[in-house]
């Protein structure tokens, strides 16, 4: 683990370990992705001005009307995910790269998509300074993922189309899991699981993502 991931100080420490605290109380249990979480600055995934915000369990905004989705929604998914043991992750939608982050500290590769230039500029460099080193970025418009540098064991969506691509599971290992929001004035959280060539498909929670859009945007 690089140094800027281990050495927290003890007023971010306590701050880190409140969060972690309210994560457990709602019901995440998966000790490997509190502790990437409880390691991992949030303040640096954010504009300065919002940076004393970083540990509440609350979304904050990113620009370009993008938002850092709120920890439990992070533990969530990420906890979901990690069931299933994958080692190639595919993310469509970098945003800030906290998700990213979180999920690098967590199986050997991730292959992470964004539209907007400058977020992913930014995300990039964070990434950087937290030497993580196993992500490949890719700018793209299109909600199609990126099959060639697939099959993935899982393929994690941080923003929600009012259906399912029909190009994401397609993806997925045999075996593999993508974890999704779905559904546009009302979204389900949705796991699909790849049998062959079927897809199972369970609705978990509700939730509430931006939708995911097409189209670079520089």
């Known amino acids: 683990m690089s140094a800027q991931l281990d050495g927290i100080g003890m007023t971010s420490r306590r701050t880190r370990m409140r969060l ?5 109380e709602a019901g995440i249990r998966d000790t490997k992705v509190l502790d990437a979480i409880l390691k991992t600055p949030r303040h640096i995934f954010l504009d300065e001005a919002l940076s004393h915000r970083a540990y509440e369990d609350s979304s904050l905004p990113i620009g370009h009307g993008q938002t850092l989705s709120q920890p439990y929604i992070v533990a969530r998914m990420t906890e979901i995910l990690m069931q299933s ?23 050997e590769q991730v292959f992470s998509v964004e539209r907007i230039a400058p977020l992913q500029a930014k995300a990039r460099e964070r990434l950087r300074q937290l030497s993580l080193h196993n992500v490949s970025l890719r700018l793209a418009g299109r909600t199609m993922g990126w099959p060639e540098a697939g099959p993935y064991d899982a393929i994690l969506v941080t923003a929600a189309p009012a259906r399912i691509p029909d190009e994401l599971p397609l993806q997925l290992a045999e075996g593999g899991t993508m974890i999704i ?7 389900m959280l949705t796991r699909v699981v790849r049998r062959g060539d079927d897809f199972v498909t369970t609705v978990l929670e509700p939730v509430r993502f ?9």
């Open 181 to 187: 929001p779905v559904g546009e004035s009302s979204q």
């Open 20 to 24: 972690i605290q309210r994560l457990q």
């Open 210 to 218: 931006v939708p995911l859009l097409e189209g670079v945007v520089r």
């Open 85 to 107: 043991k994958p080692s190639r992750v595919l993310e469509l939608g970098t945003g800030s790269g906290y998700q990213t982050a979180i999920l690098a500290q967590l199986v």
